[in-house]
């Protein structure tokens, strides 16, 4: 930035070329373009960082659906499986007992188990409901 003599020497020359009586007149216009250049910069910097945040919400919601999808997938995978447990029993109640290989009740299924989720034991299990209980 020029120092205060070179800001002399300027005005000086601007006053020689220009005349004393449109020297006011150009001061005001190029302050006019200075507040217009300044505005517009300003709006699109502002412009820049809406458009930053809108990509960062886009990518944001990219990984939300992502999740969304494996989550759907896993619980149509939880839903066979208890469907199956479910065409099992209907299956073992209709036909009595099924029983393995050599005449022993098949072992219990397995289901796959989320993160967090214990092992469920058949003395996990909750007594059965009894309406007249209650």
């Known amino acids: ?8 020497v300027i005005a000086v020359v601007a006053l020689l070329v220009f005349g004393p009586e449109r020297l006011p007149e150009l ?3 190029a ?8 505005s517009e910069t300003h709006r699109n910097v502002e412009e820049l960082k809406r458009l930053g945040e ?13 999740e969304l999808d494996e989550a759907r997938h ?10 199956g447990l479910a065409e099992d029993a209907a299956d073992g109640g209709s036909n009595g007992q099924r029983r393995g ?18 092992p469920v034991r058949a003395d996990d299990a909750p007594p059965p409901f009894d309406p007249e209980a209650t």
Request: charged share 25%; net charge positive; no cysteine.
């Open 1 to 8: 930035m020029p120092g205060p003599q070179e800001l002399l």
């Open 27 to 29: 001061a005001r216009t």
């Open 31 to 38: 302050g006019k373009w200075l507040g217009r250049l300044r």
């Open 54 to 66: 809108i990509q960062q919400l886009q990518a944001d919601l990219q990984g939300l659906k992502r």
């Open 74 to 83: 896993e619980v149509s995978r939880e839903v066979k499986g208890l469907s």
């Open 101 to 118: 290989a050599g005449g022993e009740p098949p072992a219990p299924r397995a289901r796959s188990l989320a993160a967090g989720d214990a």
